[in-house]
């Protein structure tokens, strides 16, 4: 295919806020008065996943924040820092950037970024509650008996002997009776180089955080999240695990959509909105 040209990137110019080590993280900034919400998106992905659920959201005064975590999309992409737990420290240190850690915000992370935001949640007491979009219970060393055979299965594919028109031609159909921008959001994944297209997340920082995802067992995290947690499935795989987060949170709900797709904030965000506006409604409540 010739005729479909690679998506620019149009919304909001990203804020550039440090972390703890000086890296910059691309922060996509909406005002608003009432409490915030901050977004979070998984593995090798973007922001910009998260913009049709920003803007429901903001819609109703509520600002937000749509993170590119380290190594991501548009943030710096320094050599080390690249792990579940970095992550999660890189959000306390963003909460205290944006000024918002008297606020208690809403966290939400999709896939990857779900067990971030547990995590997150877990470390640092000044957030409000979370949403886990089909991720948070996601350990791979149940899985994989050894690191090596989990990366031999889920290393990215290399992209560089595609020309671009070629990706393009490939990821369109998959989102063509998606919300609009879906396109846009998933090539921001990746980047044009010198004629090729390459994964915004480098390949070793890539292995560096499915590391951690095989090494750390989100279980144990679960009894010192003292917040609401909404936990947002997508499909049906992950029933047993889920419910076993469901019983060991100390607050939790979980909705099931055994046939949205794993991005189901990109596929379905009035969807997600609303069930990040009851999640709010939790946290409102235990603040009485």
């Given at each position: 295919m010739?005729d479909l040209q690679w998506?620019?990137?149009?919304w909001l110019a990203?804020a550039?806020?440090p972390?703890?080590?000086?890296t910059a993280?691309a922060?996509?900034l909406?005002?608003g008065d009432?409490?915030?919400?901050v ?14 659920v920003?803007l429901?959201?903001n819609?109703?005064g ?8 380290r190594?991501?999309g548009?943030?710096?992409r320094?050599?080390i820092g ?6 999660a420290?890189?959000l ?9 850690q ?5 966290l ?8 971030v935001?547990?995590?997150?949640a877990?470390d640092?007491?000044r957030w409000?509650g979370?949403?886990a979009?089909?991720?948070g219970w996601?350990h791979?060393?149940?899985?994989f ?7 031999e299965q ?6 560089s ?9 490939w990821i369109?159909?998959m989102?063509a ?5 879906a396109?846009?959001a998933?090539?921001?994944n990746?980047?044009?180089?010198d ?6 997340l ?6 560096s955080?499915?590391h951690?995802l ?5 279980v144990?995290?679960?009894?010192g999240?003292q917040?609401?947690v ?6 049906t795989s992950?029933?047993?695990?889920v419910?076993?987060a469901?019983a060991?949170?100390?607050?939790a709900?979980?909705s099931?959509?055994p046939q949205?797709h794993h991005d ?8 997600v909105?609303?069930?990040l ?8 409540g235990?603040?009485?």
């Amino acid at each position: 295919m010739t005729d479909l040209q690679w998506p620019a990137d149009t919304w909001l110019a990203p804020a550039s806020l440090p972390t703890a080590d000086g890296t910059a993280l691309a922060v996509r900034l909406l005002p608003g008065d009432a409490r915030p919400f901050v977004l979070i998106h998984g593995l090798a992905s973007n922001a910009l996943l998260w913009r049709a659920v920003a803007l429901e959201l903001n819609g109703r005064g509520h600002p937000v924040a749509c993170v590119d975590l380290r190594g991501h999309g548009r943030s710096e992409r320094p050599a080390i820092g690249h792990s579940t737990a970095a992550a999660a420290d890189d959000l306390g240190a963003l909460l205290t950037a944006l000024g918002w850690q008297d606020r208690r915000p809403v966290l939400a992370g999709q896939s990857w970024g779900g067990n971030v935001v547990l995590r997150a949640a877990h470390d640092d007491s000044r957030w409000g509650g979370v949403a886990a979009v089909d991720g948070g219970w996601i350990h791979l060393g149940k899985r994989f008996a050894s690191f090596e055979s989990c990366w031999e299965q889920l290393a990215p594919p290399d992209m560089s002997e595609r020309k671009p028109d070629e990706v393009m031609g490939w990821i369109a159909p998959m989102v063509a009776d998606w919300p609009g921008g879906a396109l846009e959001a998933i090539a921001g994944n990746l980047e044009v180089v010198d004629g090729q297209v390459r994964n915004r997340l480098s390949r070793d920082h890539h292995r560096s955080i499915l590391h951690s995802l095989w090494a750390d067992d989100p279980v144990d995290l679960y009894p010192g999240v003292q917040v609401p947690v909404h936990l947002i499935v997508a499909g049906t795989s992950a029933s047993p695990d889920v419910d076993q987060a469901v019983a060991a949170l100390p607050d939790a709900s979980v909705s099931w959509h055994p046939q949205a797709h794993h991005d189901i904030h990109l596929q379905q965000p009035t969807v997600v909105a609303e069930h990040l506006f009851a999640l709010l409604a939790q946290v409102e409540g235990s603040d009485l």
